[in-house]
Each structure stands twice: as structure tokens, then as C-alpha cells.
């Protein structure tokens, strides 16, 4: 059976997937610093709300192609 949904839950449902793209993105970087030396990390910074954001557009912009 297939699910209409409203605009607000597909908004709701991109921004969880572009949550989810990013989150998976900084768990990469930051398993690569511990790869790396003792002294040779370099600090991960976390997500920041704009890059969700960019995530979440590229998503919708996706998904309104035809």
C-alpha cells in the first residue's frame, strides 16, 4: 500500500535522511583522526544546522525531478 504524505512529512522525512547523510559523514572523518598517531589528530567539528540544511535541499531537489 502506498503512503501519501503532506509537504511538513516529507520535509520532516528529508531533514531525518539528511541528519542521517551528515551524522554518517562526520562518524567517517572522526574514525579516521583515531586511524592517525597520537598527536597527529586533528579535533571534529560536529554538523552544524546549514550543512543539514544544503543535505536536506539536495534531497528535495532529488526528488522533484521528473
Excluded: C, H, W
Excluded at 4 to 27: F, S
Aim: charged share 30%; net charge negative; no cysteine.
Amino acid at each position: 500500500m502506498s503512503e501519501n504524505k503532506n509537504a511538513y512529512e516529507l520535509r520532516t522525512d528529508l531533514l531525518g535522511m539528511a541528519i542521517g547523510i551528515v551524522e554518517q559523514r562526520i562518524n567517517i572523518v572522526r574514525e579516521n583522526e583515531y586511524l592517525k598517531p597520537e598527536g597527529q589528530r586533528q579535533a571534529v567539528q560536529p554538523f552544524t544546522t546549514e550543512e543539514v540544511i544544503t543535505e536536506a535541499e539536495k534531497l528535495y531537489n532529488f526528488i522533484q525531478k521528473k
